[in-house]
DNA sequence: ATGAAGATTGCCT
DNA sequence: GGCAATCTTCATG
């Protein structure tokens, strides 16, 4: 059973935290590929200017616009993907939760497969350490971009975590899991996100090998033209 | 029309 | 730690 979609109808805040422990699956031809979150970043529209939807619907971003429980993909870079979670957003606006990384529990086979250039063997835990690895690793594209992760007949889905009616992680974090359970919950500023650094809407398993290495935002130094 | 920056990654020193 | 790859989107003229 797919999460249901009242899950992601709320704000991006919100639900960030909670998908933590989540696990996003992909059924394809070739098999099924599935991760376990432990890295999200939570996105909100007009209020937020780091977000895709800060300057309105555009062809880009129209899925942020929808309803929630859907997909949002989109290309950046000139080669990557990455894919986001539709929320509640504020009227009129958006808001959406970047998948930034996860740990393989399914298919761990095919995502190397997928992940592999050349002859180097990619360590376990980074096969989905990144949006765009992820993104590599479970083979989501444009495709999906707009695919709704609440239906049963998707072959996009998000499932509650193992043992765990929403998440795991976000349990852990609330101090509900059983003592001695060292998986909390950590805050932070975005990754690679120039304006609104300030605001800690990157949401971790804390200590988790998966998590990607932060990096902080570095603008590009303007061409240099020698007369 | 043209140019710069981007929710990144991999390879080089 | 620095930089190229590679193309879409957005700002400016």
Known sequence: MPISRDFFARHAVEVA????????????????VAVELTEVEAYAGRSDPAS?????????NAVMFGPPGHAYVYFTYG????????????E????????????????????RARRTRGTARVASRDLARGP???????????????????????????????GNPVSSAALAARGDDPPGTPRRIA????????????IPWRFWVDGDPTVSVYRAHVPKRPKLVTP
């Open 52 to 60: 895709h939807a800060y300057r309105g619907k555009t062809r880009r």
């Open 132 to 162: 765009a690895r992820l993104c590599q690793a479970l083979d989501i594209d444009l495709r999906l971009d707009g695919a709704d992760v609440c239906a049963a007949e998707s072959p996009l889905q998000v499932r509650a975590g193992a």
């Open 79 to 90: 080669m990557h993907f990455c894919v986001n979670m539709v929320c509640l957003g504020e």
């Open 187 to 198: 805050t932070g500023p975005r990754v690679g996100v120039s304006s609104a650094a300030d």
């Open 17 to 32: 935290p909670d998908l933590l422990g989540c696990v996003l699956e992909h059924q394809t031809e070739a098999g099924l």
């Open 92 to 111: 009129g606006s958006a808001s959406a939760v970047l998948l930034r990384a996860g740990a393989i529990i399914e298919g761990e086979d095919l995502a």
